[in-house]
């Protein structure tokens, strides 16, 4: 059983930037791929960035694509968003997940992800 424990959300004006942090523990996540979601008020979750446990290759969605980086480390069990540039629509719950495990696939959509973590608060002010 994996237990993923999210950090670092806040509340930041427009374009300020913010970095989330996931901590894993249980067992190693080395071989999942690790996600990060969001969910805003009255809207459905959904996919913010991915990365690969087989070669760190990243996924985003468009709507952050060249303003948030995730990255890892497995040595530490943890998976980071780094968020820049940040804007008023990013505000949301932000969720970090893991895939099943050796899957390489990094999937887009909840249903690829079978650890949750609680979720971490983002708010964003104009």
């Known amino acids: 059983q994996v237990q993923l424990v999210e950090s670092g959300g806040g509340l930041v004006q427009a374009g300020a930037s913010l970095r989330l942090s996931c901590t894993a523990s249980?067992?190693?996540?080395?071989?999942?791929?690790m996600g990060w979601f969001r969910q805003a008020p009255g809207k459905e979750r959904e996919f913010v960035a991915g990365v690969s446990w087989s070669d760190g290759s990243t996924t985003y969605a468009a709507s952050v694509k060249g303003r948030f980086t995730i990255s890892r480390d497995n040595a530490k069990n943890t998976v980071s968003l780094q968020m820049n540039s940040l804007k008023p629509e990013d505000t949301a719950v932000y969720y970090c997940a893991a895939g099943v495990e050796y899957v390489t696939v990094v999937v887009l959509t909840t249903n690829g992800y079978i650890y949750w973590g609680q979720g971490t608060q983002v708010t964003v002010s104009s």
């Open positions: 249980g067992r190693t996540v080395s071989r999942n791929n």
